[in-house]
């Protein structure tokens, strides 16, 4: 039984790996979007150095509106870990990242950002909150 949970790990952890971009490696832009908004995950509170327990998921959209398939979003925060810290958005043109807080607590903003159709960059702005374990309690 060990074995074969072992023998899982290293399975997850090879395909987990596996990308079609090298690391370093900026994904190709295949379109451009108008704005970029949060679709869910925000607001949430977790555990100091905790990763929160539902992704940050974005959304570039054009001009009218809907959503842009293919479009580069870009993610920071000053003390958090972003997984990935870039993508691609896919058909409905969502991005969905993995957050874990930083080592201290309090509000931990992340940046969002996309190219713009006509140049510059179209930002989105989520807050989340890390606390102490007394403060969960």
């Known amino acids: 039984m060990k074995r074969l949970v072992t023998n899982m790990v290293w399975l997850l952890l090879l395909l987990t790996g596996c990308s079609r971009h090298k690391p370093g490696e900026t994904p190709q832009i295949k379109t451009t979007g108008a704005q970029i908004v949060e679709v869910s995950g925000g607001k949430q509170i977790g555990g100091v150095g905790g990763v929160l327990q539902d992704p940050v998921?974005?959304?570039?959209?054009?001009?009218?509106?809907?959503?842009?398939?293919?479009?580069?979003?870009?993610?920071?925060?000053?003390?958090?870990?972003?997984?990935?810290?870039?993508?691609?958005?896919?058909?409905?043109?969502?991005?969905?990242?993995?957050?874990?807080?930083?080592?201290?607590?309090?509000?931990?903003?992340?940046?969002?950002?996309?190219?713009?159709?006509?140049?510059?960059?179209?930002?989105?702005?989520?807050?989340?909150?890390?606390?102490?374990?007394?403060?969960?309690?």
């Open 57 to 137: 998921v974005v959304q570039v959209n054009g001009a009218d509106g809907s959503p842009v398939a293919g479009a580069l979003v870009s993610l920071r925060g000053e003390g958090l870990r972003l997984h990935p810290a870039q993508g691609v958005s896919d058909a409905s043109g969502q991005v969905s990242i993995a957050v874990q807080l930083g080592s201290t607590p309090g509000n931990y903003r992340i940046i969002a950002e996309t190219p713009k159709t006509g140049g510059g960059a179209a930002t989105a702005e989520i807050r989340e909150i890390a606390l102490v374990y007394e403060q969960k309690l």
